[in-house]
């Protein structure tokens, strides 16, 4: 049996390598951001003694006179427009609870959904026996966040068919993915219904490295979809061939997923790794140049620590490259 050994290799801190121009202002919890009474407070901050202090660890960012700190690692805060992919953790009396990574659970009620095939009336008692037909414990879906109460529990919706329900490829069985509950949001699905994006594997990252867009969906030349959750959730699934959008939603795509596109969301799931263990933001190009630079290795020697960061700076190389 073929047997690899590895020895510790030091390796400079990444604010080295990277150059004093690209480096953040990093804070901890206590440090003073300024002592000016010009600028407004904003998040992860508060006043103390006539100065600006950090309330969480992260990095500062300053949008004029506003300066906030962004946490590192946080649960996930929603903001109006967000795309966010959650998991089915329990079927209550006319609503289900999800889990969107954030601190209270997600409620997605019945009565906020189409039925299969889009039909609109008022929903039954027997649409209510019906529910785990429609969703059950394990079942993965995306939404978009419609508006943010006051208590931070978020009201949810989805207007076509690429929200909707995923089937997990790393998990044959529902009841094996159970995360941690987390908030309470409000999931309502008013013109549209749960639809079936195929099949795919989820990883989860901190919603800090997760860039706001305008499309989280992205279909990547190399053949495979993902959906960039900002709760970072990540979905990847193969592109589908052919998106049937009258076909009501609750048809599960339960077809064998070829070798190839198999090999091809592992090396994306990979590349999402590396580029979450550098720091690096998540969005389509810094994705694709990753899988681009990842080509030339196996898909099980990427999370190599020496690969890992090779990788990683020639995506980084070639995005300030074409930043200019």
């Known amino acids: 049996m073929a047997m690899e050994m590895r020895l510790p290799v030091a390796r400079k801190p990444l604010s080295e390598r990277l150059g004093r121009d690209t480096k953040k202002h990093l804070v901890v919890p206590g440090d003073t951001i300024t002592t000016d009474t010009g600028f407004m407070r ?6 103390g003694e006539e100065k600006l202090i950090a309330s969480v660890a992260g990095s500062v960012e300053r949008v004029n006179k506003l300066i906030c700190v962004k946490a590192l690692k946080t649960r996930y ?31 997605l009620l019945l009565s906020s959904m189409n039925l299969p095939g889009g039909e609109l009336r008022r929903r039954s008692a027997e649409d209510e026996l019906a529910m785990r037909g429609f969703l059950q414990e394990g079942d993965l879906i995306s939404a978009e966040v419609q508006a943010v109460f006051s208590d931070g529990a978020v009201s949810l919706h989805t207007r076509s068919l690429k929200y909707g329900k995923d089937v997990d490829l790393s998990c044959p069985a529902r009841t094996r993915h159970g995360f941690a509950p987390s908030s309470t949001h409000l999931l309502t699905y008013p013109e549209a219904h749960i639809s079936q994006l195929g099949q795919g594997v989820l990883v989860q990252v901190s919603p800090s490295l997760v860039k706001r867009q305008k499309t989280h969906f992205h279909d990547l030349p190399c053949g495979a979809s993902v959906i960039l959750g900002n709760n970072g959730f990540i979905w990847i699934y193969p592109t589908p061939e052919h998106k049937e959008e009258e076909a009501g939603g ?9 070798l190839a596109d198999r090999e091809v969301i592992s090396r994306l799931r990979n590349c999402i790794i590396s580029l ?11 994705i694709l140049y990753c899988y681009e630079a990842s080509l030339p290795h196996q898909i099980k020697d990427i999370l190599k620590p020496e690969i890992m960061e090779e990788i990683v700076m020639e995506t980084r190389q070639r995005l300030l490259e074409q930043e200019g």
Request: net charge negative; no cysteine; hydrophobic share 35%.
């Open 42 to 47: 904003g998040h992860g901050t508060y006043m």
């Open 276 to 286: 979450v263990t550098q720091r690096m933001m998540l969005y389509d190009t810094s």
């Open 77 to 107: 805060i929603g903001e109006v427009g967000d795309i966010v992919v959650g998991r089915i953790t329990e079927v209550q009396q006319k609503r289900w609870k999800v889990e969107t990574n954030s601190r209270l659970d997600s409620v």
């Open 250 to 258: 609750f048809i599960a795509n339960l077809e064998p997923v070829s």
